[in-house]
């Protein structure tokens, strides 16, 4: 069979053909991302892109051959979705869980953390913190795929996760509301010696990139993680559970 072409095995998150996406938006289902093939102008694809936008969702329009490599099925037709696995709150649920715990708000802001094995494992360290939720970005962003709900290993039944259209907005109604931020980032100041209690955000930046400066900017505090090896980087998760533990020690020391 002459077809250069090499199709991904399918998976629950994949929906491609323009019915199938067209429903997913109708029924209701999240929509994390959707790829339209670039240059397509007819009646389908305009509702498809109508409803994407009416939902909320970062429609990328892509050449066909990037449709063609991401294709499962070989029939796209121009269009292909990606779902979420689970349901995302909103930032007023994390919020309300706090005031519903009497406690002050501990929450997760991830700007642009791309591998949802790494969004898994920090939801996971969340959880684990006694953290009241996460918070993403939908631009550039791993969503709540099969993938990351599976290595949040149950947090994500726990830990609410809000996805939101700008972070920095975000941040700024959050400070309105009497949150501290704080990211990680090597040339802060070092995690011991910062106050981490209070109504708190812990930010994580990309995995290559780290916070991007407009995050950093709107951030109160900038937090080091020392290391004493031959390297001078930590994954995203990892650097975020560290920084979360230090959260913990000081929220809960006698």
Not at 110 to 119: G, M, Q
Not at 154 to 164: K, L, Q
Not at 196 to 206: A, D, K, R
Request: charged share 20%; with cysteine; hydrophobic share 45%.
């Amino acid at each position: 069979m002459n077809n250069t072409t090499t199709h991904r095995k399918a998976s629950e998150n994949h929906l491609e053909g323009r019915n199938a996406v067209l429903e997913a938006f109708r029924s209701g289902q999240t929509v994390d991302k959707l790829f339209l093939q670039a240059g397509l102008q007819d009646g389908m694809i305009m509702t498809i892109a109508r409803e994407a936008r009416k939902a909320g969702t970062v429609i990328s329009y892509v050449p066909k051959e990037k449709l063609n490599q991401m294709s499962v099925t070989g029939h796209h037709q121009g269009a292909i979705a990606l779902t979420a696995s689970w349901n995302y709150a909103s930032v007023e649920d994390i919020l309300q869980k706090a005031a519903q715990a009497g406690e002050d708000p501990f929450l997760f802001l991830l700007d642009e953390i791309e591998d949802p094995h790494n969004l898994g494992a920090i939801i996971r360290s969340a959880n684990l913190a006694g953290a009241h939720g996460v918070i993403i970005s939908k631009r550039h962003s791993a969503g709540l795929t099969a993938v990351a709900v599976r290595a949040s290993a149950g947090a994500v039944s726990h830990t609410p996760v809000a996805r939101v259209g700008n972070l920095a907005s975000a941040m700024e109604e959050l400070k309105q509301k009497g949150i501290w931020f704080v990211c990680a980032d090597m040339d802060g100041t070092r995690m011991y010696d910062l106050k981490l209690t209070g109504p708190l955000g812990i930010v994580i930046g990309n995995e290559g990139r780290g916070v991007s400066r407009l995050i950093r900017e709107k951030c109160d505090m900038t937090a080091a993680i020392p290391m004493y090896g031959d390297i001078d980087s930590l994954n995203a998760s990892v650097a975020a559970g560290v920084l979360a533990w230090e959260a913990v020690r000081q929220r809960h020391s006698c």
